[in-house]
């Protein structure tokens, strides 16, 4: 399903799809340890574009969404309470970041491995931004971080 919503998003067949590698290869797709990749059918994805005319209201309130809906539940967890911690302190330059980060790579497992300093990060990501988020992954105070913080905080921050 997933593969159909993406080619009519792209107005591309499938078969245009396989027959263009080029389309494959648009945006940063992780790393391979390895495998040869022959079974593996890859969905062009748009490039990521910083989203003009945006408030930092708007930015931060997708973000949020975005931090909590991810394709692992490790990230779910990770992000989601990353940004209740940070999102409302980050300046415009740090929100931009954020979003860059976890919007660009179409791999959760390379935002996890960078965060937790399983894989060095590529050079366009390691930043300000994932250094908080590496400090944030250590869990200095030993929280309990089971599952994403209730969104009542967010509430509690506009009164």
Known sequence: MALGLALLRSRLSLRQVLSCPSLVRQAYH???SGDSGKDLIEIPLPPWED????????KRARLVYESRKRGM????????????????TMSEKQLSLYDHLINEPSNDWDIYNWATGLKPAPEVFDNEVLDMLKEF?????MEQRLWQPDLEYLLEQKS
């Open 73 to 88: 539940l490790e990230n779910c967890i990770l992000l989601s309470l990353f940004a209740k911690e940070y999102l409302n």
């Open 51 to 58: 989203r003009q005319n945006e408030s930092l209201e708007m």
């Open 30 to 32: 992780g790393e391979s």
């Open 137 to 141: 992954v250590k869990n200095k105070n």
